[in-house]
């Protein structure tokens, strides 16, 4: 990762120029995408490739350029904590994300269904999110439906290489979130701890149990962990699980011990996992898909404390997910899922 003033002072910059470069050059890159998306198998996937890419670079320069007033705004970031602050950098995010969405579903002609558990029923009660973990997206999917459906305030555990979005770098930076990495000096369930504690009405603490994206290899390594721990009985488990990886204990028994008052949501989705790399993004664009998620609502008091409860909760939990995804997981995922040689992100083991 490179040095923050690095990408403070020089990445974040660029960007701002280069899209202002392109922004002049849209005619001209636009026409040219007509120009050859007859060519090219799919339904002018050049074309919408180019303008959604466009369209992403322009919102990144426009949110850059708008932190950087806010930063002003805050004394030089003097009250950037300030209740005020903060409400402004979530109501900055929550547009963002809402025009993602609509272009999404417009250019890529993609859907979102939400099902289960309502806004209502969490409505007053601070809430951890454990969410399933799959394909390119999916956790801008969950920000989106946390800030913009169900009005929450989330604490987010990301992995670091996020920060490599300039946008995303300064702006979750300056909100409760958590960058982890490969790095073992750090210490991530005290992060995660630190995260998850006082949480209001409003807040939303979020982690992927799974650590990481699924793919069948990824599927076949927690087993093989698993079994190399010890964990006979719960390499069995994992063996039933299809389409989710085994989760992880300990991050997730850290936040429900510093909140022992929050309910819990457990979110299953679909229609994402076979975008595994961009070379996946490209190939099923447009996507012509319904996104569907799932909520479930666990109250305070039938959540676990117990790290080792916390484990056997979970895989209870996950069998209930990876039954919803089987059955309602559109066809296209039915293709194999190649797995990108990159490590499983260590969030919680």
């Known amino acids: 990762m490179l040095p923050r003033w690095v990408r403070r002072g020089v990445v974040a910059p660029a960007v701002v120029f280069l899209a202002g470069f392109v922004l002049l050059g849209i005619p001209v890159i636009l026409l040219l995408g ?10 002018w996937r050049p074309l919408r490739f180019l303008w959604f890419a466009f369209l992403y670079l322009l919102l990144e320069a426009a949110l850059l350029v708008t932190l950087f007033l806010l930063w002003i705004g805050t004394g030089f970031g003097y009250r950037m904590d300030s209740p005020w602050s903060q ?5 900055l995010l929550g547009f963002t994300l809402r025009v993602l969405e609509t272009e999404a579903g417009r250019v890529l002609n993609v ?27 999916d956790s801008f999917l969950l920000v989106d439906l946390l800030v913009n459906w169900y009005a929450r305030d989330p604490r987010i555990v990301l992995k670091s290489a996020l920060q490599w979005d300039p946008a995303l ?8 979130a958590v960058f982890v990495d490969n790095d073992p000096g750090v210490d991530r369930i005290g992060l995660i701890h630190r995260l998850a504690s006082n949480l209001d009405e409003n807040d939303a603490f979020t982690i992927f149990p799974e650590g990481g994206n699924f793919t069948s290899a990824r599927r076949q390594k927690s087993i093989t962990w698993l079994v190399s721990e010890g964990r006979s009985s719960r390499a069995a488990r994992a063996e039933k699980l299809r389409h989710v990886l085994a989760p992880r204990q300990a991050g997730t028994a850290t936040a429900l011990q510093a909140s022992p008052e929050a309910d819990v949501a457990i ?3 679909t229609g994402l996992e076979h975008l595994t790399s961009a ?3 490209w190939r099923y664009m447009p996507m012509d898909t319904t996104i569907k998620v799932h ?30 995804i089987e059955a309602n997981r559109p066809e296209v995922v039915d293709v194999a899922i190649a797995d990108p ?4 992100e260590p969030l919680a083991p």
Do not use: C, M
């Not at 859907?111 to 997206?137: K, Y």
């Open 34 to 43: 007509l120009a050859i998306s007859p060519t090219i198998p799919g339904r």
């Open 87 to 91: 409400r402004l950098h979530y109501q």
């Open 111 to 137: 859907s979102i269904e939400s099902s289960g558990a309502t806004p209502d029923d969490f409505h007053g009660r601070p809430l951890i999110v454990l969410s399933r973990h799959a394909g390119a997206g």
């Open 169 to 176: 770098d300064v702006l979750l930076n300056r909100l409760p």
């Open 267 to 269: 979110v299953a989705h």
């Open 279 to 281: 070379k996946a993004v």
């Open 295 to 324: 909520w479930w609502r666990v109250p305070a008091h039938e959540a676990p404390s117990d790290p080792e409860a916390v484990g056997d909760w979970l895989f209870g939990w996950w069998s209930l997910v990876d039954g919803w």
């Open 341 to 344: 040689d990159t490590p499983t």
